[in-house]
């Protein structure tokens, strides 16, 4: 069988076909950085970082692009409160992201594209749809889409016309009387004194203002698939499920507006909410939890994955206590295995896990084949495992075909526990402090060697004193 997505266009399973065969765009609408992001929204980024492994290990080129948005309502309310300009606020902020996806082990993106270094492509994307009249200006200065104007609109998100309205509704802003059609959408706002305090606003031709959110998704993407690859179709675009509508409706409207293509994205995909107590993780209720907590908790990365990947990104997950402590169990496990893999094994017939080696490689393969089915693909490295322990039990030699199936597998979801992805430089330095604290202890200077041990612990390391001479980890 072949690679094929749900997607949220059709509304089924279709095989993926990339525009050019070998290559793969792809935009994901990433963080608004007016705070911490939690681990709902890294739900979704780790949904995308999966997508993106999987695309690269069947052989595709990933041109991956995520945004940052860093001018919008909610940073500049939060920029206003913290008595900080914009780029102070949400810089802080993007530091943040970017550590805990290191933390989570996200694969970087091609590009970090942040709002405010894309004015001008913002600029002329709003320029070009005034000149083709599906948008217009208000006495307020604001810019406008007309929907009436793109008959195509709702079809993402298949909302009836007096849907679209409650939709619109519910994001009724102060200006709303300036519209012409209350499903309209904002692309520009027209500067106001808050703006101006914190430094968001901008000079354009149609008047100093800011950009809408969703213009700016579309003109980032546009601008770098352009500038990258000379194209303005994306193969994929990737979100969380609440971004269907209005924002990927939006983004559709206005970009293809504006290039004239009947797709701005060939499959659009979303992913489903992480809840805690069957509510929706967010900001605005109050029952987050971020990455950094888990990591300040010690939590192992590849637990978080783990659990993540435990549940298909297109079911609600509910977050648990005991269900991350049950992954990081499942991960001791699996790091068990691959510690036992690494040893001699015996000398007798490696077939037994060869056998398993290839059942791995093709159930794992199709499960993420089939709509990125990570939970089938969890419960094919639980499978070899209980077949390569019974063969490994028995006696069985371990051959180089289950090492490199074992090892591919679990670089590709990168549930590996911690103490893998010591960096080099860490690794060496602790090397280099436990072999001085051996020094130490035969020196009898017992207490320099304990000082080198609380060092050692104080960068995270756990070290156990065995037979061979000490060994360490990664708490
Ligand atoms: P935001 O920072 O609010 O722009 O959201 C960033 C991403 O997180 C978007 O793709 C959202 O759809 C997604 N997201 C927000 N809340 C959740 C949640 N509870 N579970 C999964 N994804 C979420
Ligand atoms: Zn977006």
């Known amino acids: 069988m072949t690679l094929r997505f749900y997607n949220t266009l059709t509304r089924q399973v279709d095989p993926f076909v990339p525009r050019t065969p070998g290559r793969v765009s792809m935009y994901t609408c990433g963080p608004t950085v007016y705070n911490y992001a939690h681990i709902g929204n890294f739900r979704t980024f780790l949904f995308e970082d999966l997508l993106r492994r999987w695309l690269e290990a069947s052989g595709f080129e990933v041109l991956h692009v995520m945004n940052l948005t860093d001018v919008d309502d909610k940073t500049i309310k939060g920029a206003r409160a913290a008595g900080k300009k914009l780029v102070q606020h949400t810089k802080a902020f993007a530091d943040a992201f970017f550590e805990d996806c290191t933390y989570l082990r996200i694969r970087p993106a091609s590009e970090y594209p942040r709002a405010t270094d894309y004015i001008a492509p913002m600029i002329a994307l709003v320029e070009g749809l005034l000149a083709t009249g599906v948008a217009y200006q208000s006495d307020d200065g604001s810019v406008y889409f007309a929907i009436a104007k793109f008959p195509a609109y709702g079809r993402l998100s298949r909302l009836d016309t007096r849907e679209l309205k409650s939709g619109a509704s519910g994001r009724v802003s102060a200006d709303e ?33 800011r950009p809408g959110w969703h213009l700016e998704c579309s003109a980032m993407a546009l601008d770098i698939l352009g500038r990258k690859w000379g194209e303005k179709v994306l193969d994929i675009h990737a979100g969380g499920v609440d971004l269907t509508f209005p924002h990927h409706e939006d983004e559709i409207a206005q970009s293809c507006a504006f290039t004239g293509e009947k797709e701005f994205a060939r499959v659009w995909m979303h992913g489903e909410f992480l809840t805690m107590s069957g509510t929706k993780m967010s900001k605005r209720f109050g029952n987050i939890l971020t990455a950094r907590d888990l990591a300040e908790q010690g939590i192992d990365a590849a637990a978080v994955r783990l659990l993540i990947f435990q549940t298909h990104y297109r079911q609600p997950l509910d977050f648990t206590d005991e269900s991350l402590a049950a992954a990081g169990q499942a991960v001791r496990r699996l790091a068990a295995f691959t510690e036992r893999l690494a040893g001699p094994g015996r000398g007798g017939d490696d077939s037994a896990l060869s056998a398993a080696a290839a059942d791995l490689r093709r159930d794992f393969t199709e499960a993420l084949d089939d709509d990125l089915n990570a939970p089938r693909a969890v419960a094919a490295l639980f499978d070899c495992v209980t077949a390569g322990n019974r063969a490994l039990d028995g006696g069985a030699a371990i051959g180089a075909a289950v090492r490199s199936a074992w090892a591919w597998a679990i670089e590709v979801l990168d549930v590996g526990q911690g103490v893998t992805k010591v960096d080099a430089d860490l690794a060496g330095w602790v090397e280099a402090k436990l072999a001085e604290r051996v020094t130490a202890r035969q020196a009898r200077d017992f207490a320099r060697a304990d000082a080198i041990r609380k060092e050692v612990e104080g960068r995270g390391v756990e070290v156990e004193d065995t037979a061979q001479g000490p060994k360490w980890r990664l708490r």
């Open 177 to 209: 009387y300036a519209k012409e059609d209350a499903r309209d959408f904002v692309l520009w706002k027209a500067a106001q004194p808050d703006d101006e305090e914190v430094g968001a606003a901008w000079d354009a031709p149609f008047g100093r203002g």
